[in-house]
């Protein structure tokens, strides 16, 4: 039997903001229904705050208290400010879930993000039954559905270390547990593990620095508009084009420095330098 707060069984019994909103601004979803658990979030938004938002989910207690607890979070709240919440933030306000239910949070967290990616597109379109998305991130756990950058997102916000902790926050290793080794190859990866200090060829630096870059950097400019482009490596000198709302940004030197250059210094070479070029 699970350990749950009285808030998570307060908004299990009286789920707030259970519904479906027809003219929403945006729409995301996460999980499916093959797997288990789904979640649809509808937003409504007016001069970028969300005004409303409402859920459907098919899933247990924790998915609905979770969902619940996800719309009174952010209605009322600018975009910017809901682009921050992160699964951890919807647990935290539920007074804690049981290690074996955080998934739950993590699926409200997942389903925000994709509204927010899909909020703006005229394209956008509610489709009652589920929808069939594109592959748009490699696939880790084909049981679940569940993608290498989920994953890579749950262990940065939850300092997720042994894959036991990423099954229970993401459910990737929980059926078959073909992918526990492709887990852990992730888990090595993020906190930089290596059983000896290996001397990296050129091109292998180079392919370091790219994955760094691809993998770690731009997803986290993404976030906030931005973006940031590979151009040249010479020597330690490393070339990057910035892009969106990071180019031209007052803050870019600081942005360069303080995040793009420290970040590659600590998982590439000390020696880095990091140079915007046009």
């Known amino acids: 039997m699970w350990d749950y707060s009285e808030t998570v069984m307060d908004h299990y019994r009286n789920p707030r903001n259970v ?19 789904q979640l649809k979030i509808y937003l409504k938004i007016k001069d970028g705050i969300v005004t409303d938002a409402k859920f459907q989910t098919f899933g247990c207690g ?18 910017d400010e809901v682009k921050k919440i992160t699964n951890k933030d ?19 967290y997942e389903a925000l993000e994709d509204a ?27 049981c679940f559905n569940v993608t290498e950058n989920l994953i890579w997102d749950a262990i940065k916000q939850n300092g997720l270390k042994t894959v036991e902790e990423v099954t229970n926050y993401t459910k990737a290793g929980g059926a078959c547990g073909k992918c526990k080794a492709l887990i852990q190859d992730i888990i090595d990866t993020y906190y930089h593990k290596e059983e000896k200090p290996v001397q990296l060829t050129a091109a ?7 994955n760094i870059i691809e993998k770690t950097i731009s997803p986290e ?17 490393v070339m990057v084009k910035l892009r969106g ?13 303080s995040f793009v250059e420290t970040t590659l210094k600590d998982t590439v070479d000390k020696n880095i330098e990091v140079v915007e070029v046009e």
Not at 90 to 106: R, Y
């Open 19 to 37: 519904g479906k909103i027809d003219d929403a601004d945006a729409i995301g979803i996460a999980g499916s229904l093959s797997c288990g658990d």
């Open 62 to 79: 924790s998915a609905v208290a979770s969902s619940s607890m996800l719309t009174e979070m952010i209605i009322g709240k600018t975009i």
């Open 90 to 108: 919807i647990a935290d306000k539920l007074g804690g879930l049981p290690p074996e239910k955080m998934h739950c949070s993590v699926m409200g």
């Open 116 to 142: 927010l990616k899909n909020y703006g597109h005229d394209d956008m379109v509610d489709l009652d039954d589920l929808r069939e998305e594109p592959v748009r991130e490699k696939i880790v756990c084909t």
């Open 204 to 210: 292998q630096r180079i392919i370091r620095i790219n």
């Open 221 to 237: 400019l993404q976030k906030d508009g931005g973006d940031i482009t590979l151009v040249d490596i010479e020597g330690d000198k």
């Open 245 to 257: 709302k990071c180019s031209g940004c007052k803050n870019s030197v600081h942005t360069l420095k």
